[in-house]
């Protein structure tokens, strides 16, 4: 089992940037790959960025250039830094842990962009 606690959403103004953590409760070099996905009201939950045990990372075209993802293993903590957010960024931020057999969630966070 592993548990993931995310931080850093908020509300934000568009052009403006956010940093969420993702903290797992297991060692990230358990899991094959750690990312974010999102959820925007009434559609379906589409990959946001990822980073493999490697540190191979990618990410959507609708945030390249304009997301980094990054993984600190001393603290089992993954990073999604944001930049030039704009209102169809607006969701649910997921991340996810998974190993070869399972995909572990956390609960969430929510991300408002808005003047």
């Known amino acids: 089992q592993v548990q993931l606690v995310e931080s850093g959403g908020g509300l934000v103004q568009p052009g403006g940037s956010l940093r969420l953590s993702c903290t797992a409760s297991r060692s990230i070099f358990s899991s094959v790959a750690m990312g974010w996905y999102r959820q925007a009201p009434g559609k379906q939950r589409e990959l946001v960025a990822s980073?493999?045990?490697?540190?191979?990372?990618n990410y959507a075209d609708f945030v390249k250039g304009r997301c980094i993802i990054s993984r600190d293993n001393a603290k089992n903590t993954v990073y999604l830094q944001m930049n030039s957010l704009t209102p169809e960024d607006t969701a649910a931020y997921y991340c996810y842990y998974r190993t070869g057999a399972y995909d572990y969630w956390g609960q969430g966070t929510q991300v408002t962009v808005s003047s």
């Open positions: 980073i493999s045990r490697s540190s191979n990372t």
